[in-house]
């Protein structure tokens, strides 16, 4: 019998030191999530490059293992201030760190001491284990959209079985977005300047890679260089003096908040936009300005920073 891709199921638990895989549940650890693509078995092969008296492939050798899976999360809050949302251990698997203040949830990056997840993936049937995974992520906030987080692990493979999902699967915590327009999306600028916003995406662009040496081997972040694109209605100079931004590379602060009520707003900022290729195009005969960022960091690991308020 045919599988079905809409049977699917993601759960993720943070780990309390590598190689400890944690025990992922139904009732707490579901992930609510579209568009996942997987990779079940990534590999790493070297040619044999065998000589012999006649013409054809030698061979390969398979030296290094792993499984890949990303998808997207919607991006809401947990729905009561102070309380992190359902999303918040995959930011910690992509290198963030949690702060709870008062009423709000702070996410910054770090630079060492990176945490790692279990995720256990079921697909119509089959199980997938993933151990010690680690991620990047990035955001889409697009004007007559759902905002999203799309989310990139690797890990440990582990054999795939036949073994059905949990039955006690709860959503609960994973609040209903809120579209993006003006009245939900109330705030956002750019070096203070806060004219009509097309669409914003950051990346936090972690470098991540599958290191595979003798007595060593596992997904590390080894740099990140976070990103964006912005589009919004081409402005005046006088208001935004965007070729000067970007010929003399002058930073920018960043920000845009999503939400309105207590609980469930969400604010992404960054310190120092630098502005880059800017190009013309046009929405509904309406002239618009596109441009590429590099987000930098100001005192450090504080290049993109997250808020649950």
Not at 121 to 138: C, E, M, N, P, Q
Not at 180 to 194: A, D, H, I
Request: glycine residues 10%.
């Amino acid at each position: 019998m045919a599988k079905s891709a809409k049977k699917t199921l993601l759960m993720a638990k943070l780990q309390t030191a590598a190689g400890t895989e944690a025990v992922p549940t139904g009732a707490t650890d579901s992930i609510l999530l579209r568009n996942l693509t997987a990779t079940p078995l990534s590999t790493e092969t070297v040619e044999r490059a065998l000589l012999r008296p006649y013409m054809g492939n030698a061979g390969q050798i398979v030296t290094t293992v792993y499984t890949q899976i990303e998808g997207e999360v919607e991006l809401a809050g947990s729905g009561t201030p102070g309380k992190a949302p359902a999303w918040g251990g995959l930011l910690r698997g992509c290198g963030f760190a949690e702060v709870v203040e008062d009423a709000e949830v702070v996410y910054t990056p770090v630079s060492d001491d990176f945490e790692m997840l279990t995720l256990h993936y079921y697909l119509d049937g089959l199980f997938h284990k993933i151990t010690d995974a680690r991620g990047t992520v990035s955001f889409d906030i697009s004007a007559k959209g759902i905002p999203f987080m799309r989310f990139r692990f690797m890990g440990v493979y582990h054999p795939i079985t036949d073994q059905a999902a949990p039955t006690d699967v709860d959503f609960s915590a994973f609040q209903t977005p809120l579209g993006v327009n003006k009245k939900n999306t109330p705030q956002w600028s750019l070096g203070g300047y806060s004219g009509c916003l097309q669409s914003l995406n950051l990346d936090l662009a972690n470098s991540l890679v599958w290191r595979s040496l003798i007595s060593c081997e596992g997904a590390e972040i080894t740099d990140r260089q976070p990103t964006g694109q912005i589009s919004l209605e081409l402005p005046k100079i006088a208001d935004l003096n965007w070729p000067e931004m970007v010929r003399n590379a002058v930073l920018q602060p960043l920000s845009i908040t999503h939400g309105t009520q207590p609980g469930n707003i969400v604010t992404l900022s960054a310190p120092g936009a630098q502005l880059s290729e800017p190009s013309y195009s046009e929405a509904d005969n309406v002239a618009m300005l596109g441009m590429n960022m590099s987000l930098q960091p100001g005192q450090g690991n504080d290049d993109i920073k997250i808020v649950v308020s």
